[in-house]
């Protein structure tokens, strides 16, 4: 079976309930914590590094959770929440992949950010490369590098974010 190259929010929801890639493995948070709308492209072969890519979107929102209390008068979206969304990308295109376990952020080399996501921003545009993947012991560690565009300027960047699947 041909594996899906993008999918929506409802699949989204369904991923966070267990129910896209089978019980104990990996999930997406669910909302408010799930930090996009959808995946618009994900495949295996593509990205800088010819290991993967995986391209989301989120629409923002005066309504998101987090602009009335970071910070009152001044929103903004957290930048944690922005790496956050990253590090759900690498442990989705994991358990796209077929590996087995959990999900868990395992870190990050290093992040920078030069700009924020603010109110007035129409959609914020996340884009993962896969680097490597390392399987040991039962255990599956992906590594990839991101960057995230508030209208398609790219704000933040990050390399070697880690995310492992546990059994």
């Not at 993008?6 to 129910?19: M, R, T």
């Not at 309504?63 to 989705?92: I, N, R, T, Y």
């Not at 896969?130 to 560690?141: Q, S, W």
């Amino acid at each position: 079976m041909e594996k899906k190259s993008s999918f929506s929010y409802e699949d989204l929801i369904n991923c966070g309930n267990g129910a896209l890639f089978g019980p104990g493995n990996a999930r997406l948070p669910l909302p408010p914590m799930l930090m996009f709308d959808r995946i618009t492209e994900i495949s295996e072969n593509k990205g800088t590094f010819k290991r993967g890519l995986i391209k989301a979107e989120l629409d923002i929102k005066d309504s998101l959770w987090f602009f009335e209390c970071h910070f009152k008068d001044d929103s903004v979206m957290p930048g944690c929440l922005g790496l956050d969304a990253m590090w759900q990308l690498v442990g989705f295109y994991l358990g796209w992949l077929g590996k087995p376990g959990k999900g868990r952020a395992l870190g990050v080399n290093s992040v920078k950010f030069t700009g924020e996501v603010l109110k007035k921003v129409k959609m914020a545009t996340y884009e993962i490369d896969m680097k490597r993947i390392i399987i040991k012991e039962g255990t599956t560690v992906g590594l990839a590098n991101g960057i995230l565009k508030a209208d398609e300027k790219k704000i933040y960047t990050a390399e070697n974010l880690k995310v492992g699947l546990f059994k």
